[in-house]
């Protein structure tokens, strides 16, 4: 499979400044307004895939060339989309409203995607496999052998299993004081 590579700009025109495009089909997440961004998916190559105007959150979007397979994840907002790249279909399979996207962790089975108070977990085949909405703001976090350790904002560390999303810990303690 082809790498893919995700680039940002502020404007349709510095867009097309840089690329030369002039009929530019562009699939929006969010309204034009004051904050809003282009997301530009393409092949080393420029070969042009898709572009996206998303609401900038002061959050980077990501993009994932997953398993090998033929399709791309982005976590962009508060989404996490799957692009089948051989068909040219586009699906959500994550959206978590007005809780923002962090970053996807990667293991030898999952993909993790990582929110400002949720986490989703997607299978190699690109499906969903659990989405857990969280009780308090993630501070840190990190994978253990086939679990996801969850540091939180008011010092609690919980432990979830990565396969079930079973909660199997909960440390009530205070880890930093």
């Known amino acids: 499979m082809e790498e893919y590579i995700l680039e940002i700009f502020n404007s349709r025109e510095e867009l097309c400044a840089k690329y030369k495009i002039d009929n530019i089909k562009i699939l929006r997440l969010d ?4 904050n809003t961004k282009l997301a530009l998916i393409k ?10 105007m998303y609401y900038d959150m002061g959050l980077k979007p990501q993009l994932i060339n ?11 907002q508060s989404k996490i989309i799957r692009i089948d790249l051989e068909n040219n279909v586009i699906d959500t399979l994550v959206d978590f409203s007005i809780i ?5 962790l990667e293991n030898d089975s ?5 929110f400002e108070m949720g ?11 659990w989405k857990l909405e969280l009780p308090e703001i993630l501070i840190d976090w990190e994978i253990v052998d086939e679990n996801i ?9 919980g432990i979830h299993s990565l396969k ?10 205070k880890w930093k004081e």
């Open 31 to 34: 309204d034009e307004g004051a």
């Open 66 to 76: 997953f398993f090998k397979k033929n399709f791309i994840i982005l976590g962009i």
């Open 119 to 129: 986490i989703s977990v997607i299978n190699e085949d690109g499906e969903l496999k």
């Open 164 to 173: 079930t999303g079973e909660l199997l810990s909960w440390n009530l303690n």
């Open 110 to 114: 999952y993909l993790i995607a990582i």
């Open 100 to 104: 923002p996207f962090f970053e996807f």
């Open 149 to 157: 350790k969850l540091f939180y904002f008011d010092g609690k560390i």
């Open 43 to 52: 092949t080393k190559n420029f070969n042009l895939k898709f572009i996206f």
